[in-house]
């Protein structure tokens, strides 16, 4: 049996970043190589979260690094955390607490705050230093790609890693979810999944707007969020829309949604796009010039996974040009051209679409008038503008004659009641907002 010194394993990461920069994260360097026997080198890792990237993802890199710093064919065997021997059951409802699929790189630590993600930031830091006394439930909402599950998985981290792994986390999707609750029916083991949900001290769900079409899963999880709330366990969930905005999501879960904080994420502005596009680099162990991060930032505007998907390819291309990125090679490798903005949405737009297609004056939306030919088509407006711009609700208020922000959010939450159970309404709203985002005619009669 021989030994492995750091200087060794610090030379196979060195390698690593040389060949596939893309894998590399800060934590590498700090891993326990054990031993190496019969051409196999063991090495400690300290969290399953870090196990499961490692042998998902960076298996063959690591096997070729270590055999070209070594000169040896080696390959590499990445030990998982010591935990107790307790047999396995055989639904997987019923899986350890250390498969929670958690990202290791998805930390308060590698989390970027800024405008459009702050308050969201901040309710989840509390939720995570305080589970189950402040904001419960907490309901963030926002588009694909801006952070949601990013700050779920932190506050698993950050609970887990409090508690030295004592604390009982559940994270997971919708989806599965509804797959556990199928096969516990199907297998007979409805006692044993409402014991795994109802037993935990953070109970986190991803995408939980797919609930609202499954019936009986619907059903299940409300009793399961009450036995939770009455136990003053944690409750985090996320979605793409507020409560009141899921379609066919039922009044009393709406209800029980809402008696925490419902808060939600934006987009980014530029300035958090450059300072997303910095920490992905550092987290990958490179230093971008200042322009090229500046110019991806500014050519991806949609999310943050678009940006780092653009970052990994920018470092992909790179290591074709001796690992040498600069300006004139993101523009190669993500366009030549300037950044085709997409037209913003503008309080004045939603107006002249509303407007045209319900056959009514600016003046009468911005008048007195309650009658429901005017208030509806306000209304419309006021939850267009809610959901397509970053207005505030006072501003919002304040453009159509000097309502106040509850005026706002009545109006709001009913729209979004209504869409519920009206088909015609939903496809009226979709219709108005797709013309709105392509900055089509707004003719949707």
């Not at 750091?6 to 934590?27: C, F, H, M, T």
């Not at 969020?225 to 999501?249: C, K, V, W």
């Not at 390819?313 to 040009?321: G, H, I």
Request: net charge neutral; glycine share 6%; with cysteine.
């Amino acid at each position: 049996m021989g030994t492995i010194s750091q200087r060794v394993w610090g030379d196979i990461v060195v390698a690593l970043r040389s060949r596939n920069p893309e894998l590399v994260r800060p934590w590498l360097a700090s891993l326990d190589p054990v031993d190496m026997q019969h051409g196999v080198i063991r090495v400690r890792v300290s969290t399953h979260a870090q196990h499961r990237y490692l042998c998902q993802q960076c298996q063959d890199a690591f096997n070729h690094a270590a055999q070209t710093v070594t000169g040896r064919l080696v390959t590499l065997d990445f030990m998982p955390p010591e935990q107790g021997g307790e047999a396995r059951v055989p639904l997987s409802f019923e899986e350890d607490e250390a498969e929670l699929g958690l990202n290791a790189d998805y930390t308060f630590d590698y989390f970027v705050t800024g405008p459009g993600n702050r308050m969201a930031h901040a309710a989840c830091v509390a939720v995570a230093d305080s589970p189950g006394n402040v904001y419960n439930p907490l309901f963030i909402h926002g588009s694909v790609g801006l952070g949601k599950s990013h700050l779920l998985q932190a506050v698993c981290h950050h609970v887990r890693s409090k508690a030295d792994g004592d604390a009982k986390v559940l994270y997971l999707s919708c989806e599965t979810f509804t797959n556990h609750f199928v096969e516990a029916i199907e297998h007979g083991a409805l006692h044993q999944f409402r014991y795994r949900y109802r037993h935990v001290d953070v109970l986190v769900i991803d995408d939980i707007q797919f609930l609202a079409a499954r019936d009986r899963s619907r059903e299940e999880f409300f009793h399961t969020f009450n036995t939770l709330y009455q136990s003053r366990r944690q409750i985090i969930l996320s979605a793409d829309e507020p409560p009141n905005g899921i379609p066919s999501l039922e009044d009393r879960l709406v209800s029980r949604f809402n008696w925490g904080l419902v808060v939600r994420i934006d987009s980014p502005c530029l300035e958090t796009r450059m300072a997303i596009v910095r920490k992905k680099a550092n987290l990958r162990c490179v230093e971008l010039p200042e322009n090229v991060v500046h110019y991806i930032a500014a050519t991806v505007e949609s999310n943050t996974r678009e940006l780092e998907g653009a970052l990994t390819k920018v470092l992909a291309t790179s290591q074709q040009y001796s690992g040498v990125v600069d300006l004139e090679l993101a523009k190669k490798v993500l366009g030549d051209q300037s950044p085709s903005r997409p037209r913003q949405t503008g309080i004045t737009d939603i107006v002249e679409v509303v407007t045209e297609h319900f056959n009514v004056r600016l003046a009468d939306l911005q008048g007195k008038r309650r009658h429901r030919s005017i208030a509806f088509p306000r209304q419309i407006c006021m939850y267009l503008a809610r959901n397509l711009t970053a207005l505030s609700l006072e501003e919002i208020g304040g453009y159509f004659g000097g309502r106040d922000h509850t005026t706002v959010l009545h109006a709001t939450r009913t729209i979004a009641d209504q869409c519920a159970c009206d088909k015609e309404l939903q496809q009226t709203l979709y219709q108005l907002t797709d013309h709105l985002r392509r900055g089509g005619t707004p003719n949707t009669r």
